[in-house]
């Protein structure tokens, strides 16, 4: 079973404790977080903080920290980068988080040949009019 939480209750630490003073059970679950930019990963950065066991984090790119440049004149992934405190923490993530690859998953190679196969057929069928 699957559970949406909302974005502000764990970006938000008072929030999360909030939600996890509710039940014990749910820091024992896993957790996935869907995003790796810099919200993504301060709700994972607070899922452990607040004691969760598992933290999976999807993501769609390798994770990106903001990066000044031309002597600070401006920043390089300024509005997805991960910044601050979050950046420091990822850059070494707790055993407990686990990043990751492209979110949503790239089809299976069956589901790959299994399209290009309708493809082919479509263009045998349109090819024989």
Do not use: C
């Amino acid at each position: 079973e699957i559970r949406a939480v909302e974005h502000d209750d764990v970006v938000a630490p008072d929030r999360l404790a909030a939600l996890l003073a509710r039940s014990e059970a749910l820091r024992r679950l896993r957790w996935g977080v869907v995003g790796g930019s810099h919200s993504g990963l301060l709700a994972a950065m607070n899922l452990v903080a607040e004691g969760v066991e598992s933290v999976s984090v999807f993501r769609s790119r390798p994770l990106r920290f903001a990066t000044p440049r031309d002597g600070g004149a401006w920043i390089k992934w300024d509005g997805s980068g991960l910044k601050g405190r979050v950046a420091e923490w990822a850059r070494e993530l707790p055993p407990s988080v686990r990043l990751r690859g492209r979110w949503p998953p790239p089809p299976s190679t069956a589901a790959r040949r299994r399209q290009r196969s309708q493809e082919e057929e479509g263009l045998s069928l349109r090819g024989g009019g």
